[in-house]
C-alpha cells in the first residue's frame, strides 16, 4: 500500500515538473530591421508593430496566435488581420506583412531584446 502511494505521488511530482517546464516561444521579445520596422511580442499573446510604408508610418497593437509556421495577428485598433508564414533562423525573423497598395513587404528582423 505504502510503495503504491510512493508511486502515485512520484507520478505527480514528474508530471508537475514537466508542465512547468513549457519552453516560451521562440517569438517573445522586440525584433527590428534598419529600415524602421518593429514587432514586440509579449508572453500574454499581444503583439505591437510599426512598419514604415509608402504612406508614412503605421501602428498596429493587438494579438496573435501561432500554428505550427502560420502567424496570425488580430489588429484591434484597426480592422486587420495578418495571416502569414514565418520562420526563425538564427536572430533573424522573416514574414510578409501587407501594405495600404495590396502588396506584402518582406520583412527581415533582427532579434534586439527579449
Known amino acids: 500500500m505504502l510503495q503504491r502511494k510512493i508511486i502515485l505521488i512520484c507520478t505527480?511530482?514528474?508530471?508537475?515538473?514537466i508542465s512547468a517546464c513549457e519552453e516560451p516561444?521562440?517569438?517573445?521579445?522586440t525584433w527590428a530591421d534598419n529600415f524602421g520596422n518593429t514587432i514586440s511580442f509579449f508572453d500574454d499573446g499581444t503583439f505591437?508593430?510599426?512598419i514604415?510604408?509608402?504612406n508614412g508610418v503605421r501602428n498596429y497593437e493587438g494579438n496573435y496566435?501561432?500554428?505550427?509556421n502560420s502567424?496570425?495577428?488580430v489588429?484591434?485598433?484597426?480592422?486587420?488581420?495578418?495571416v502569414t508564414e514565418w520562420d526563425i533562423r538564427g536572430?533573424?525573423?522573416?514574414?510578409?506583412?501587407?501594405?495600404?497598395?495590396?502588396?506584402?513587404?518582406?520583412?527581415?528582423?533582427?532579434?534586439?531584446?527579449?
Open 25 to 29: 516561444s521562440p517569438l517573445y521579445g
Open 48 to 50: 505591437s508593430v510599426r
Open 52 to 54: 514604415n510604408s509608402a
Open 91 to 114: 536572430n533573424m525573423l522573416y514574414l510578409d506583412w501587407p501594405q495600404d497598395n495590396n502588396t506584402s513587404s518582406h520583412l527581415t528582423l533582427y532579434k534586439i531584446s527579449n
Open 71 to 73: 502567424l496570425t495577428f
Open 75 to 82: 489588429c484591434t485598433n484597426e480592422t486587420l488581420t495578418v
Open 12 to 17: 505527480i511530482l514528474i508530471c508537475l515538473s
Open 65 to 68: 496566435s501561432i500554428l505550427m
